[in-house]
Antibody, heavy 119, light 110 residues
Framework: QITLKESGPTLVKPTQTLTLTCAFS??????????VAWIRQPPGKALDWLAV???????RYSPSLKSRLTITKDTSKNQVVLRMTNMDPVDTATYYC???????????WGQGTLVTVSS | QSALTQPASVSGSPGQSITISCTGT?????????VSWYQQHPGKAPKLMIY???KRPSGVSNRFSGSKSGNTASLTISGLQADDEADYYC??????????FGTGTKVTVL
């Protein structure tokens, strides 16, 4: 059974850097074709894809946020970390990590973590 | 890249069929048979319902089906049930190996 869980601060100040960790079990990020993605959802709004990292360390970022995002993996710890710099109140959202299997779909998702950006 | 366009809301009576559209461009939906669909109940994480355009993960009811024509993908829910009331999002693989989500559709069961 694959599970993922996000962790990190619930409140960050404007201009600070957000660091989120996705701890997963039930799969290995060294398996060919596998990836872990980050997706966010502002309150009452749509899903917004942020980044994905694959088993071979290939990394892809949302073009609109690329300059602010860094995604890394620690295969031995079964963790993926997302860093987002220069946080702004518009970045207030629930942040999800999700497993991207060898097929093209995000399944399953973590429970999500709400991050509020406020001074 | 811009979000894929979905109708804000779709409704139907129990037992009916409804279809949700997802319109993109030749840089995403039109270029790849790699659209996925997600169901999200209030306060819950999204759940994969369809992947690679028309394939269902194990455990997903065959009342859910996906298709594509040109730059538009569609999700059809047949035999509408009360539990199908939720938000639905499409997602497409896009050029430069990125992903883009849709604007979301609220499905109401009358």
């Amino acid at each position: 059974q694959i599970t993922l869980k996000e962790s990190g601060p619930t409140l960050v100040k404007p201009t600070q850097t957000l660091t989120l960790t996705c701890a997963f079990s039930g799969f290995s990020l060294s398996t060919s074709g596998v990836g872990v993605a980050w997706i966010r959802q502002p309150p009452g709004k749509a899903l917004d894809w942020l980044a994905v990292i694959y088993w071979d360390d290939d990394k892809r970022y949302s073009p609109s946020l690329k300059s602010r995002l860094t995604i890394t993996k620690d295969t031995s710890k079964n963790q993926v970390v997302l860093r987002m710099t220069n946080m702004d109140p518009v970045d207030t959202a629930t942040y999800y990590c999700a497993h991207r299997a060898s097929y093209f779909g995000f399944d399953p998702w973590g429970q999500g973590t709400l991050v509020t950006v406020s001074s | 890249q811009s979000a894929l366009t979905q109708p804000a809301s779709v409704s139907g009576s129990p037992g009916q069929s409804i279809t949700i559209s997802c319109t993109g461009t030749s840089s995403d939906v039109g270029s790849y048979d790699l659209v996925s669909w997600y169901q999200q109940h209030p306060g819950k994480a999204p759940k994969l319902m369809i992947y690679e355009g028309s394939k269902r993960p194990s455990g997903v009811s065959n009342r859910f089906s996906g298709s594509k024509s040109g730059n538009t993908a569609s999700l059809t829910i047949s035999g509408l049930q009360a539990d199908d009331e939720a938000d639905y999002y499409c997602c497409s693989y896009a050029v430069s190996n990125n992903y883009v989500f849709g604007t979301g559709t609220k499905v109401t069961v009358l």
